[in-house]
């Protein structure tokens, strides 16, 4: 089955300091697409960052970086300098295509707290 | 601008009603999705759609019902017999292969039973 895991409920970091959010997947699909986004209280989501399974860099955006390792299955992102503002529910997701349909399916989420 | 509408944002509903939920886009994408967030939890997909007249079950489509009789609609009725709605719902398009950058997500609706 097509899963995604997160297994830090929370994480807390000092502003200015970088932080490591985990990710792991499971497909057996050759092609697929990996995402981070970023759900303030206010409920939207913000789309952070993308990753390709045939991309051979590691996807940057800003102060946002995926650590992408294809043989472990796995995509963390990781938040350098942090800012209060980063404070948040953090999603992995992946694109999978299946059974003729793409579908995006979502972690259970890292919510991260960054102390002044 | 172009986006993804979802109304209302706050909805309550009686024991034993039916309701809809409302998701409109202007994107000119093909595909749509309903999403459900539970509180501190992550996003589990209802139903999604690929192209007018057609929809398929995601992994937690019992309850809820779909339709899609045009390309930028895509409504979702929380019938009577999902026994626990109160939750947050989102909707969401993409391009239909579209791997890249194209999702985009409506402002959500909260559902709460009363």
């Known amino acids: 089955a097509q899963k995604i895991t997160q297994t830090q409920p929370g994480m807390f970091v000092q502003e200015k300091e970088a932080v490591t959010l985990d990710c792991t997947y499971d497909t057996s699909d050759q092609s697929y697409g990996l995402f981070w986004y970023k759900q303030p209280s206010s409920g939207e989501m913000i789309f952070l960052i993308y990753?390709?399974?045939?991309?051979?860099q590691n996807a940057t955006e800003g102060r946002y970086s995926l650590n992408f390792q294809k043989a472990r299955k796995s995509a963390n992102l990781v938040i350098s300098a942090s800012q209060l503002g980063d404070s948040a529910m953090y999603f992995c997701?992946?694109?999978?295509?299946?059974?003729?349909?793409?579908?995006?399916?979502f972690g259970a989420g890292t919510r991260l707290a960054v102390h002044p | 601008d172009g986006g993804i509408t979802q109304s209302p944002k706050y909805l309550f509903r009686k024991e034993g009603q039916n309701v809809t939920l409302s998701c409109e886009q202007n994107?000119?994408?093909?595909?749509m999705y309903w999403y459900r967030q539970d509180p501190g939890q992550g996003l589990r997909l209802i139903y999604y759609?690929?192209?007018?007249?057609?929809?398929q079950k995601g992994d937690i489509a019992e309850g809820y019902s779909v339709s899609r009789e045009k390309k930028e609609s895509f409504p979702l009725t929380v019938t009577s017999a999902q026994k626990n709605p109160t939750a947050f719902y989102l909707c969401?398009?993409?391009?239909?292969?579209?791997?890249?950058?194209?999702?985009?997500f409506g402002s959500g609706t909260r559902l709460t039973v009363v």
């Open positions: 759609s690929q192209i007018v007249n057609d929809f």
């Open positions: 969401a398009s993409s391009l239909r292969r579209e791997y890249g950058y194209g999702y985009t």
């Open positions: 997701a992946a694109v999978m295509f299946s059974g003729g349909y793409n579908k995006l399916i």
């Open positions: 994107l000119n994408h093909d595909a």
């Open positions: 990753q390709g399974s045939y991309d051979e």
